[in-house]
């Protein structure tokens, strides 16, 4: 491989994604945008990984190790320098065949009656928001045959998790939701409610919409964040469950804006208490963050399902605190 596609690739990869995108999470931020971590490549317990997003660098203090996204395959995967280009490449090859899946699933939204009922059903209507969402339906038992016939062997369906290793699609009787590397899929049947495919979730979603707006409101679900963009709130963003990861948490910090925490309102209070230290963690990183007070019970989604309408919403943003 010569000096220039080894760059390319490179460039193609963020090391911050690819570490991301295997469970790695910054700790502590430092100057010039750099983060420190816990060490994935050794048994590490005080932040001693040092990444630096600018140079798409690392270097561990614990074990002395650093170098660049490749050093890093080669060293968390433990293989030699050809494999690790291999690995390299199969994981950015993955994001065109996501592309053609969610296209597959766009056009069986409105080939199944139980899909479009069952987005009714969660108040979503606007054609213009399916648009923009991308939303599709998996109706499960047909997507491996398809992607075959289109020429992608087994292996790499199998591998970006769109099959089981039983070979039934991962995915089936759900609406999916197209993320940046991965899906989302909400049952509407009687399995498990939330499935994603492998993989991480990635940033905040939409992100790059609302980003240079001068309040935004972050909510836990993408039905929640559905909701509200059909009611106009286009300054919405999703963390899709109520932790965020790194890089989203990333993003907040360094946003400039208010940031309208609008989590669940349930029972067992988990939405609330990841709101109260969401919005605490950003104050104390300079963030103007704030809590809207959902009815209780409530989460965005049946806010507005239920019958609650703009201004109301609207009502409650005034009055959030910290
Ligand atoms: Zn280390």
Redesign the pocket.
Known sequence: MSRQALDELKQQIPLLEYLEAHDWRPVRRLSRGRWMGL?P??D?HKP??LMDPSKNLFY?Y??G?GGDVIRFAELYHQVRFPQALDLLRRWRGSVPLLHEVASFYRVHLHRHGEAIAYLHQRGLRSPELIEHMRIGYAPGGCLRGWLMQLGYPFSVLRQAGLVNAAGYDTFSRRIVFPLESSFYGRSIGNADPHRFLPGDKGGLYDWQQVRHCSQIILVEGLFDFAVLWQAGFHNVTCSLGCHLNARQFRELCDYRGTVYVAFDSDANQSGQSAAQRISSCLASQGVNARRVQLPRGHDPNSFFVLGGDTQQFQRLLEEARL
């Open positions: 060490c490549l050794h590490d001693s990984f561990c614990g074990c190790r």
